[in-house]
């Protein structure tokens, strides 16, 4: 049972580069999210979708892109890393948003210098 | 700023102490959810409230949620070193669509 899996685990970027963080869940859950973890904040909502189709921007959307093409997958595009974009990110997924348990991927840790 | 402040944001204790964790917020919040994360995973699930003064117990965890829906805490009556991890709350908006989580609160059990 694989529940939410993320790749890569680490990744290290150069200034100006792009990359791709991959999501994908094996529960068919609806809603999907993208989180950045960053000491003393907590968690930061970066991205959500609420299935197919459907993508909406949370907290702090600024720099990261998101689309939503199966339900299964939820990328995540850094499209030009910035130092101030280093921090753990976690994809989660849920039945659906309201009141329902979010489950989490094992998280990326990305270094941009 | 973060919808939803923690405190304390670090704490340490010995082995057999009590603690409580604060979580508040100015908003509203149609739920409130605790997570544990520890080191190199993601957060798991603890607990759900949904009713304002509900009170929730999982063995020597109290969890309650504020008559108002703002706020909530965590208490842990005989604190041990597996309780060890960092505790989040989350609370889902009106439309339960944007899931907040709150600055977290660093728990240490020394034995």
């Known amino acids: 049972n694989a529940g939410v899996t993320q790749t890569p685990k680490f990744q290290v970027l150069k200034t100006g580069q792009s990359m791709t963080l991959q999501c994908a869940q094996d529960m068919n859950h609806e809603y999907m999210s993208w989180y950045r973890q960053d000491p003393g904040m907590g968690l930061r909502l970066i991205h959500y979708s609420v299935g197919a189709g459907i993508t909406d921007q949370g907290e702090v959307p600024n720099g990261y892109n998101v689309s939503r093409s199966t339900t299964e997958d939820f990328p995540l595009r850094l499209l030009s890393a910035a130092p101030s974009q280093t921090s753990v990110y976690f994809c989660?997924?849920?039945?659906?948003?309201?009141?329902?348990?979010?489950?989490f991927g094992q998280g990326t840790r990305l270094t941009v210098v | 700023t973060q919808l939803l402040e923690q405190s304390p944001q670090f704490l340490s204790i010995q082995e057999g102490e009590n603690l409580t964790v604060y979580c508040n917020s100015s908003s509203v919040f149609s739920s409130l959810q605790w997570y544990r994360q520890e080191p190199g995973e993601g957060p798991v699930l603890l607990v759900t409230?949904?009713?304002?003064?509900e009170v929730k117990k999982l063995k020597r965890l109290t969890f309650q949620f504020g008559d108002a829906r703002k706020d909530s805490s965590l208490h842990i009556t005989a604190a041990q070193p597996g309780d060890t991890g960092l505790y989040l709350c989350?609370?889902?908006?009106?439309?339960?669509?944007?899931?907040?989580f709150g600055t977290g609160t660093s728990l240490t059990v020394i034995p």
């Open positions: 989350a609370g889902a908006t009106n439309t339960g669509n944007q899931f907040y």
């Open positions: 409230v949904v009713t304002g003064g």
């Open positions: 989660a997924s849920s039945l659906m948003g309201y009141g329902t348990e979010a489950f």
